[in-house]
């Protein structure tokens, strides 16, 4: 048996998908799997996004989100998805949520505890976002998302996973277009239609490199 732990913010939640997000639909293609196979493969999965979460909430509650649902003698698996929340910017500051060099420290910890449980581990990096519809974010007075942020914190994270020698899936370049803005409910977070391309890339990947 297997457990699947699936961390993130709100596009971990599933916002803005009809059919409950891109996490949600793996863990539908997973269970799928454990009954067309008999039960000869067991995977749990558990979808552990929170709304508005950022790399210094997630190294918080890792561990005890963790603990709470590990099972003994059970394979571990992780995918976290982290990063844009911690770009979020104060125009009267001038400030990051989360700092660069805070961001790099928080990757580093959480992998080093993720390490300690499971040898198969996955980081995504943040996604594209459509800034003339979140500079400033409607739902966020005096903050914005900016697309230079966007890259610099996703340049970051993949340092660290080439660092830590963590597999990591970055669909930056490819989603980097005039096409996926529009699929950007609001402007980050993405429609029925982008959680689906995202579930996919996501499951060739796991496969790929046989992670399940």
């Keep these: 048996m297997a457990n699947i732990f699936i961390f993130g913010a709100?596009?971990?939640?599933?916002?803005?998908?009809?059919?409950?997000?891109?996490?949600?639909?793996?863990?539908?293609?997973?269970?799928?799997?454990?009954?067309?196979?008999?039960?000869?493969?067991?995977?749990?999965?558990?979808?552990?996004?929170?709304?508005?979460?950022?790399?210094?909430g997630l190294l918080k509650r890792i561990g005890s989100d963790f603990t709470q649902r590990m099972w003994e003698d059970s394979e571990n698996i992780f995918i976290v998805t982290i990063g844009t929340n911690d770009t979020i910017y104060s125009l009267a500051d001038k400030s990051f949520r989360v700092k660069p060099d805070e961001f790099?420290?928080?990757?580093?910890?959480?992998?080093?505890?993720i390490k300690k449980h499971a040898t198969k581990i996955v980081f995504i990096c943040p996604f594209p976002i459509d800034?003339?519809?979140?500079?400033?974010?409607?739902?966020?007075?005096?903050?914005?998302?900016?697309?230079?942020?966007?890259e610099q914190y996703r340049q970051i994270m993949k340092k660290v996973m080439q660092e830590e020698h963590v597999l990591c899936l970055d669909?930056?370049?490819?989603?980097?277009?005039?096409?996926?803005?529009?699929?950007?409910?609001?402007?980050?977070?993405?429609?029925?239609?982008?959680?689906?391309?995202?579930?996919?890339?996501?499951?060739?990947?796991?496969?790929?490199?046989?992670?399940?």
């Design 10 to 56: 709100s596009n971990t939640c599933g916002a803005w998908d009809r059919e409950g997000g891109w996490a949600d639909r793996l863990k539908r293609y997973i269970f799928t799997k454990n009954i067309e196979s008999g039960f000869k493969t067991e995977h749990m999965v558990y979808n552990l996004g929170v709304d508005g979460d950022d790399s210094r």
């Design 171 to 212: 669909l930056y370049d490819d989603l980097n277009i005039p096409e996926w803005k529009k699929e950007l409910v609001d402007g980050v977070h993405e429609n029925t239609k982008a959680h689906e391309y995202i579930y996919n890339r996501v499951k060739d990947f796991l496969l790929e490199n046989k992670i399940i």
């Design 131 to 150: 800034q003339i519809k979140v500079d400033p974010i409607p739902w966020l007075a005096g903050y914005s998302y900016k697309t230079k942020y966007i």
């Design 104 to 113: 790099r420290s928080n990757l580093h910890k959480i992998v080093w505890f």
